[in-house]
């Protein structure tokens, strides 16, 4: 599993794994709150892109509005425009030669958004926990605001924990 710690500012640092390299990882997890505001980014893996916070302001704003412009444009619309979850239609899945990024959208506009490679297993469980780990640490904190940046240690120690138990998951021998 990959070494996690957090630094002096509180930003986390991901070390690359010492003897086991899974060919299968998450990548980037982005939270972009409904106005397009990046609310929360950080890599989840070492073999993640390094990416600079202007980037990451950039691709989160981006990724806000091609949701939108992919609800508005769709061909096929959901009862309501809603999707599964009761929320606007929009961007769930986008496939590229190395990479897959998922995204699900709350009732309140709240898009999560996650990056992995090709074949990486559970995408769209993770994107429902980290949800629930969301609503969990970040909104039950007295000192959080709604649409404010995501800076609960709580919320990032239980990110991690996820990541490690959905890696240890993809990387143990099936039993048949």
């Not at 002096?8 to 640092?13: F, K, L, Q, V, W």
């Not at 000192?143 to 990387?171: C, G, H, W």
Request: aromatic residues 6%; contains cysteine.
């Amino acid at each position: 599993m990959a070494k996690r710690s957090v630094n002096n500012s509180g930003t986390t640092i991901v070390e690359p794994k010492a003897l086991l390299h899974s060919t299968m990882a998450f990548l980037h997890l982005f939270i972009v709150n409904k106005s397009g505001s990046l609310i929360h980014h950080r890599p989840l893996s070492a073999n993640a892109p390094k990416i600079d916070i202007n980037e990451w302001l950039r691709i989160g704003s981006t990724f806000h509005s091609l949701h939108a412009i992919a609800a508005e444009a769709s061909p096929l619309r959901l009862p309501n425009n809603k999707n599964n979850y009761g929320a606007d239609d929009g961007i769930e899945k986008i496939i590229a030669k190395g990479m897959v990024l998922s995204s699900f959208q709350t009732r309140t506009g709240i898009k999560f958004v996650i990056t992995a490679e090709e074949g990486t297993p559970d995408m769209d469980t993770a994107l429902t926990e980290i949800y629930i780990l969301y609503a969990d640490c970040a909104l039950k904190d007295p000192f959080y605001e709604l649409e404010m940046p995501i800076r609960s240690t709580l919320f990032t120690q239980a990110v991690d924990a996820l990541m490690d138990r959905l890696e240890k998951n993809a990387n143990a021998p099936s039993k048949r």
